[in-house]
Structure formats: structure tokens, C-alpha cells
């Protein structure tokens, strides 16, 4: 779990609503008994309004007697005199407060060096106290340097409206990165009535729910055991192909899942349920391309209104995101112009309306493969050609940490 120390109700209440299953404390002597009671915690996200000088003195204790333990800052403002303090004083990373999403990355990131630096610290119990905490230093910067070494890219499909083409772009997104000779994983997070299987004419024998009984040790061997292959460059992680499985993923299992894929594929596409669920907010706290997808009506125009203004909310950037507009030549009293207008955003792409979109679909072929020359074809094509342009020159994408300025210890 994760220990957050605020005063204030208030700011409290808007800490702990990105922070799922952290415990909350008021005051430092609650930290600090919190802290001997569970000496396997891994990350103290200090508010806004705890004075530095108490921020200070809580991390230079707990940087001799707690290495492994993650201290996080947040200040409404950062400045010079902020960093130079929280650096000379151990603090792992700064947060701005209105940066939610990048707190919960910050924490995220906490937990994986902790883990590292646990195994360190096993190892070193019995050496002298400045010799143990000088090699955990150099130990949590390699950890550090790892966590931001580069991997592959993370595209998120997500719309908040059922029945606009959203698993119909994930699918021919990802079929089309591995035609382009890049190695690609697809993974279903609508747990509840995911498509991609049956979209691909796949018949899996293992979904994403198999991963309880991984027990939280979710490394390659474990999530290559999950895979259901479609092509030599192309698999999936299916979802669930039974609606009353004993035991479902955990949000911790899917981001475990997620960022080991990560390190597997060049690119890893997730088709998301349509709601900002904990499944939803794991992958969109670690990608790099949100993909919104829409049709060209006021029902998929009220939902999509309502997903951006969460999403700027969260703190994620626009020039992260992507639009799909799909049936975008209806004759429905709408034009594209007025629901761009509308909508405040222009789309990327769009899509027409087309018989060979479901015939495709009732075949299990991807559009792409099926219908090469089709219009959506080519434009989901070039859509995916986008994210390899993109990735191959460095020009644009961010990593998962947001906006969140970041301090690392050398």
C-alpha cells in the first residue's frame, strides 16, 4: 500500500482518490507508527500543505533508516529552492499536487525500485551502516536508469461510448504495425465482452484472468504462458471468454502484465472496456498515444466530450492524443466540421461507412489484410504508420510519467 501524510481533508480527499488502497494520516506520529508496523512499505507521498522543514526531516530519517522507502514531495509550486532542498534532503521525486496523474506514476515507479533495492538490502543487512546505504544509493540509480530505459510504445484505444468502432481500430491498428514488420502484442481489457478474440478468428485457451495465479510475480516466462498467437509478429491477451471466473486480474496484475509487455514488443495496442476503470487508468497511466474513437452522432459526441474533459482533468497532454472518427460520410444532420467544432478537437482520421467493414469483421479477418486497398484500410494504415514515424525519430510521445518533474539521486 501506499502512506500519504496530509493535514488537510480536503486536499486529502483528492490524493487518495488516485492512490487506490492507500492509507491516509493527519499527523507525523501516525506516519511514524504506520511505518513500524509495516516495515515492507514502500512509498510516503507527503502533501501539500506538511511544512519542508517537516517534509525535510521525515526524508533525511528515513534516507538512513528506510533506503528502500520512496519519498514523494508534492507543492502546489516547484521552484529552484524546492528541488534543492528535496535533493539534498533524499526525496525520490517531486510532484506538482494538480499533477494526479503523475503522482499515481511517481508511486507506480516507487513501488519497482523498492522492489529492487529490497533485494539489495537482504543481502546487506549485516554490513555497516555506510557502507549498506552508499551501495543502495548506487544500486536505486541503476534501478532508476532501467525503469527509464527505452521500451516499447504503449498505444491506448479508449472511447466512452459502446458500437463506434473501437475494438475495429485497435484490432487493424495493431494487424497493421506487424504487417509493417514490427513486433506487436494485443491485449483485451474489456473484461466483460472483449471482441478482439473473435475479430482475429482466435480460440484462446488462456486470458488475462490467468494471471492471479501468477501470484503477483508476473515476469516474461509468465506472461508468454498467457500469449495467443495470431501471427509470427502478432499476439493477443485475450479476454475472458467466461463472464463467472472465479478469479479476475487485479489492476496491479494488468499494469505488472502491461509494463512487462512492454519490455517484450515493440508495440503493445489496448482495447479498453469504455469506462474510466481501475483496468482503464492502469494503461492509460503508462501509455504514450491515447487513441478516441467516435461516430458521427450527438450520443457519440456527448460521451466523447465527457472522456476528454476526464482526461484533461488527469493531466494528460492533447499532443499524447489521437481522434478516429468513424462513419464520418452519415448523412445524419451532423457534419464532421460541427462535431469537431463541438467537440474542440480534429480528427487524425476517418473512417466510412462500409459493407466490407463487416464482412471482415464476420469472417474474423482484419479489414487491412482483407480489403488492402479500402479506404479504411489505408487510412488505419497510415494511422499506424504514424506511431512507427513517431517512435523511430524521437520527435514526439512522452513516457508514462506525465508532466511530472522527476528528481533522481546520482
Not at 548506487?138 to 463506434?164: H, I, M, R, Y
Not at 510475480?217 to 509468465?222: L, S
Not at 503493445?268 to 498515444?289: E, K
Request: charged letters at 25%.
Amino acid at each position: 500500500m501506499t502512506a500519504i501524510l496530509e493535514p488537510d481533508v480536503g486536499q486529502l480527499t483528492i490524493v487518495r482518490t488516485m492512490l487506490h488502497g492507500s492509507i491516509a494520516y493527519q499527523t507525523m506520529d501516525e506516519l511514524d507508527a504506520h511505518l513500524v508496523a509495516e516495515p515492507h512499505e514502500f512509498a510516503v507521498v507527503i502533501g501539500p500543505t506538511v511544512g519542508m522543514d517537516v517534509a525535510t526531516a521525515f526524508a533525511k530519517r528515513s534516507r538512513i533508516q528506510r533506503p528502500d522507502l520512496g519519498v514523494i514531495l508534492l507543492r502546489r509550486a516547484i521552484d529552484h529552492d524546492v528541488l534543492t532542498t528535496a535533493l539534498r534532503s533524499g526525496m525520490r521525486e517531486v510532484v506538482e499536487a494538480s499533477d494526479l496523474a503523475g503522482i499515481t506514476t511517481a508511486v507506480h515507479r516507487a513501488r519497482s525500485v523498492a522492489g529492487e533495492m529490497s533485494k539489495i538490502l537482504e543481502g546487506e543487512a549485516k554490513a555497516a551502516a555506510t557502507s549498506a546505504v552508499a551501495q543502495v544509493r548506487a544500486e536505486s540509480a541503476a534501478a532508476q536508469a532501467a525503469a527509464d530505459a527505452p521500451q516499447g510504445k504503449l498505444l491506448t484505444v479508449f472511447s466512452t461510448k459502446g458500437g463506434v468502432g473501437k475494438s475495429l481500430v485497435a484490432t487493424n491498428t495493431a494487424v497493421a504495425l506487424s504487417d509493417a514488420g514490427k513486433k506487436v502484442c494485443l491485449i483485451d481489457l474489456d473484461v466483460n465482452s472483449g471482441d478482439v478474440a473473435i475479430m482475429l478468428q482466435l480460440s484462446p485457451t488462456r486470458t488475462i484472468n490467468d494471471l492471479v495465479a501468477f501470484n503477483g510475480i508476473i515476469d516474461e516466462e509468465a506472461i508468454t504462458s498467457i500469449l495467443t498467437r495470431h501471427s509470427d509478429r502478432l499476439s493477443i491477451v485475450a479476454a475472458p471468454v467466461r463472464l463467472d471466473s472465479p478469479d479476475h486480474a487485479t489492476a496491479d496484475d494488468i499494469g505488472n502484465m502491461i509494463d512487462t509487455l512492454k519490455a517484450m514488443f515493440d508495440y503493445v495496442v489496448v482495447d479498453t472496456s469504455g469506462v474510466f476503470d481501475d483496468n482503464a487508468l492502469t494503461a492509460l497511466d503508462r501509455t504514450d498515444t491515447i487513441i478516441l474513437v467516435a461516430t458521427l452522432d450527438i450520443p457519440a459526441l456527448k460521451g466523447l466530450k465527457l472522456a476528454t474533459g476526464t482526461l484533461d482533468l488527469l493531466n494528460f497532454p492533447r499532443d499524447t492524443w489521437k481522434f478516429v472518427l468513424n462513419r464520418a460520410d452519415g448523412k445524419v444532420g451532423l457534419t464532421v466540421d460541427e462535431f469537431e467544432s463541438t467537440l474542440g478537437l480534429k480528427a487524425n482520421t476517418t473512417l466510412v461507412s462500409s459493407r466490407e467493414v463487416l464482412t471482415a469483421v464476420n469472417r474474423g479477418e482484419a479489414l487491412v489484410r482483407a480489403y488492402p486497398s479500402h479506404p479504411n484500410s489505408k487510412a488505419i494504415t497510415s494511422l499506424a504508420h504514424s506511431f512507427i514515424g513517431v517512435s523511430d525519430t524521437g520527435s514526439k510521445g512522452r513516457k508514462a510519467s506525465g508532466s511530472r518533474l522527476r528528481l533522481r539521486k546520482d
